[in-house]
């Protein structure tokens, strides 16, 4: 094992006591209950963590494996934050996805939100103000749940991969300009709900592919997750059959993560109610379940999956954020979060006693170096509560809710990302709301370091989950 170098119908949904119309819960089948019609998300990664004391916009999990194109700056955040949301437009859509990326070339962050059953939106950035861009997204009304920004063609702009609610994987190409339109749909007979995806080399073939974590019990399918291989030109295709394993599980977080150092990406799912799953790459894009092995044999209700070498000794890491269980068909009342420690064998070990005592109904996470230490902290998006901070302490999580602005009431978010956007070299962070504003937290940057006056070009993949 190396170290690390550099880097469907069929689930009751109940959350705000809303049932999926049509559905009908078995006994066996235990769901995340976001609502049918709503991390990180937020989609994770890999085996080497992105340099984090860089100040580099690449996300600590983000799947994407190619570098900003500009020289990494300093990182200049305190990990204190204020209330920059005036800086964002309002929102009265359910927002579930949020990806970051300089769309448009121009050398800042824009964002992509992804809305469900609403119009979704691509923001640009002015000088630290976002405005929604008239035209740059296609009036396409989706089931949107989470949302990726990456190279899928190799033409030196972002793309967007839209994931929605039993609905298919939909691209979106950029025109080099910022401005999207649909160019293909895949997996147009999913029957799931859909609400995490992987968007990562899976195949070695130095293209970015789907991978599919589905819930559902109760459908045709039986929420089995898929693999959608790019290919070549920004489509894709299914699978061959046989390179997932057949498995019935309510799959909601998903993460790609080199958990054994072999230079390939497998993947960690995140099960609501049931065993985690790791799924072992062969290489070429085919997986064996490996969580018998590899994985600690404990059970949540996990939503969400970030990777990074927590404790700092070389080996990635798994967060595991969890909503806890639902009953009598009311929304869960959170539960505590997991953490899985990596290992020069790749076997994880269950470090979760480690973690503050916080019980949440955790949705979305995003890894960053928030105090510029140079080791991975923690946001985390919470349902039905306020947005949560965690610090890296000597390689423990500790909480600092605190350093966030008054402003942090509690709230109704599923999903949070993390860039520059005004252009200080500290990692700021949004988060989401559910038919409310987003927002916006700034990083306060050192007043010892000079702010740079303008950000170089450049470009980052998806920045928000796994």
Known sequence: MKKLSTLVCGVALVSLAVIAPGCSKKSKSSSSTVAASTSSTTTVIVSGVSPIGSGSTTPLNSSSTTPPSAA???????????DGSSALPGSTTDDFGIAAGDFDGDGDLDLMIAANTAASRVLENNGGIFTVRPGAFPAIVMRATDVH?????????LDLVVASNMEPIRVFKNNGAGTFTLSGSFASNNDTFTYKIAVADFNGDGYDDVFMANAGLNAPSSGQNRLLINDTSGGFKEATAGSVPVRSDDSIGIAAIDFDGDGDLDVFVANFGTPHRLLVNDGKGGFTDGSDTFLPPKVTYGTAVSVADFNQDGYPDVFIGSEGAPSANAPPTGEQNALFLGSPSGVMSDASATLPRLVDTTFGLIALDANGDGAPDLAVANLRGIQGLLL??????????????????????????????????APDLIFLQRRAKPRLFLNVPRPSTPAAAAPPARRTGNLSPI
């Open 72 to 82: 990494p700056l300093s990182n200049t955040g305190t990990g204190n934050f204020i």
């Open 149 to 157: 920004a990456r190279d899928l063609d190799k033409d030196g702009d």
């Open 392 to 425: 890296n302490v000597n390689g423990r999580l500790v909480n600092a809710v605190a350093n966030f602005p008054q402003s942090n009431t509690p709230g109704d978010s599923l999903g949070c990302t993390s860039g520059d956007f005004n252009g200080d070299r």
